[in-house]
T-cell receptor
């Protein structure tokens, strides 16, 4: 079975400071990894994804994430945050070898950007 | 515009009264899923479908039914809703050729009293 652990439920950070949102996954087979963002009272939007190839993945809005197979991690980073980045961020995994391609989410990290 | 459309956006109903939440996508995606979102629990998968007439249970299927008679539609049925099904529901779709990046609907906020 696959699972995702987001280590921080809430992360406050000052505007223009860097941020890292941590994500660890558990799966016995190869994985595809995703980060989604949910702005207040909205649906989910795909930020970035890792399927294969380069372990550093760049997404929208200046976010990037690095796949680390040995540490089973996929942490999300941004070098300088804006007020508009205040949202909830979800890490998600698909176990590609399982045949079903089910997308499993972590419990989310609420990012609060402080002016 | 490529999108997943859910209806209704908001619904208040009474315990035991059958309801259906519709979901439709216009991207010819083979995969579709239903999730419920509850505070502190993230998104939990209810059911998913890999293609027409192929559905399977997710992590929290109790009290829900789905059907996939056409590729574009994936309705969620609550035969006898109960208050513990009060939640925010999302439908999503994706394709293998699209790299499995799921597109989500805007959500349906359901309250069962």
């Amino acid at each position: 079975a696959q699972s995702v652990t987001q280590l921080d439920s809430q992360v406050p950070v000052f505007e223009e400071a860097p941020v890292e949102l941590r994500c660890n996954y558990s799966s016995s087979v190869s994985v595809y990894l995703f980060w989604y963002v949910q702005y207040p009272n909205q649906g989910l939007q795909l930020l970035l994804k890792y399927l294969s190839g380069s372990t550093l993945v760049k997404g929208i809005n200046g976010f990037e994430a690095e796949f680390n197979k040995s540490q089973t991690s996929f942490h999300l980073r941004k070098p300088s945050v804006h007020i508009s980045d205040t949202a909830e961020y979800f890490c998600a995994v698909i176990s590609s070898g399982a045949g079903s391609y089910q997308l499993t989410f972590g419990k989310g990290t609420k990012l609060s950007v402080i002016p | 515009e490529a999108q997943v459309t859910q209806n209704p956006r908001y619904l208040i109903t009474v315990t035991g009264k059958k309801l259906t939440v519709t979901c439709s996508q216009n991207m010819n995606h083979e995969y579709m899923s239903w999730y419920r979102q509850d505070p502190g629990l993230g998104l939990r998968q209810i059911y998913y479908s890999m293609n027409v007439e192929v559905t399977d249970k997710g992590d929290v299927p109790e009290g829900y039914k789905v059907s996939r008679k056409e590729k574009r539609n994936f309705p969620l049925i609550l035969e006898s809703p109960s208050p513990n099904q009060t939640s925010l529901y999302f439908c999503a779709s994706s394709s293998q050729t699209g790299g499995f990046g799921y597109t989500f609907g805007s959500g349906t906020r359901l309250t069962v009293v």
